[in-house]
């Protein structure tokens, strides 16, 4: 079965300084999907950014990028020039690519701090 | 394009009682999940409709949960009856179906669910 962790419950940054955001994920699967969401207390979902494991470039989305390790499992997030509004929780997540079905699995997620 | 529509966003109950939640996926998105999260934790799926067809409850408890999307488009989700254990929000997401790379799930802002 496929699992995602996320080994920072909590972390911290300045606001217009970098942080990185760790994320490992276990599955047997070759082809399937890595996501980085965002929850705000609004609790709704937000995509950040989303990655294709057949894809050797990392994806980015203008302050969002992403470390993507396929042989090490490890897709970690890093988002520059932190700002107030980035303050969330944020969340990994897995899917795999065959039809079937498009079950996406979350890590538990990592609260984000900015502070001012 | 509007988004993912769920009511109400806040319930609260006595234990041994019924609840129903109420989701309107996004036009034209044939796969439905209801996640389930407590607080703390990421979003476990509950059930993945694709249509009006069931494609994975595995994870549904089902002497007390129940899920139907009747004509493949609004869906109801139903707890009978409550334990203090099911307080938590219950998110809605829908996606595009068929669509191997693209289709992340866009959710709603959730239910939130206190059993007192």
């Known amino acids: 079965a496929q699992t995602v962790t996320q080994s920072q419950p909590e972390m911290s940054v300045q606001e217009a300084e970098t942080v990185t955001l760790s994320c490992t994920y276990d599955?047997?699967?070759?082809?399937?999907?890595l996501f980085w969401y965002k929850q705000p207390p609004s609790r709704q979902m937000i995509l950040v950014i989303r990655q294709e494991a057949y894809k050797q470039q990392n994806a980015t989305e203008n302050r969002f990028s992403v470390n993507f390790q396929k042989a090490a499992k490890s897709f970690s997030l890093k988002i520059s020039d932190s700002q107030l509004g980035d303050a969330a929780m944020y969340f990994c997540?897995?899917?795999?690519?065959?039809?079937?079905?498009?079950?996406?699995?979350f890590g538990a997620g990592t609260r984000l701090f900015v502070k001012a | 394009e509007a988004g993912v529509a769920q009511s109400p966003r806040y319930k609260i109950i006595e234990k041994r009682q019924s609840v129903a939640f109420w989701c309107n996926p996004i036009?034209?998105?044939?796969?439905l999940y209801w996640y389930q999260q407590i607080l703390g934790q990421g979003p476990k799926l509950l059930i993945q409709?694709?249509?009006?067809?069931?494609?994975?409850d595995s994870q549904l408890p089902k002497d007390r949960f129940s899920a139907e999307r009747l004509k493949g488009v609004d869906s109801t989700l139903k707890i009978q009856p409550a334990k203090l254990e099911d307080s938590a929000v219950y998110l809605c997401?829908?996606?595009?179906?068929?669509?191997?790379?693209?289709?992340?799930?866009?959710f709603g802002q959730g239910t939130r669910l206190t059993v007192v």
């Open positions: 036009s034209g998105h044939a796969t």
């Open positions: 409709f694709q249509n009006n067809g069931v494609v994975d």
């Open positions: 997540a897995y899917r795999r690519g065959n039809t079937g079905g498009f079950k996406t699995i």
């Open positions: 997401a829908s996606s595009l179906a068929g669509d191997r790379g693209v289709s992340e799930a866009f």
């Open positions: 599955t047997s699967e070759s082809d399937y999907y």
